[in-house]
């Protein structure tokens, strides 16, 4: 019998971070409840080198205004 997907999805919110050299990155974290797959840890996206603090918020208000959700899918 074959098995389908799962997917898991959950609303993240997108927070702009700073790594102690000041350079920003934006962190997942979960508005409600987190990916079964992030017990663990946290998702996060490296800006590159030069970024400044005030294009980091810009992105991260993208984001967080244009993705719903981010979502997971364990393949069998």
């Not at 797959?37 to 946290?42: I, K, T």
């Not at 005030?54 to 992105?59: D, F, L, N, T």
Request: proline fraction near 7%; charge should be negative.
């Amino acid at each position: 019998m074959e098995v389908a997907p799962m997917t898991e999805r959950v609303r993240m919110s997108f927070r702009l971070k700073e790594f102690p050299g000041g350079q920003p990155w934006i962190c997942l974290e979960p508005i409600k409840e987190d990916l079964i797959v992030l017990a663990n840890g946290f998702l996060g996206f490296d800006l590159p080198a030069g970024t400044t603090i005030e294009k980091a918020k810009k992105i991260a208000e993208f984001l967080e205004e244009n993705v719903a959700t981010v979502s997971y899918t364990k393949l069998y």
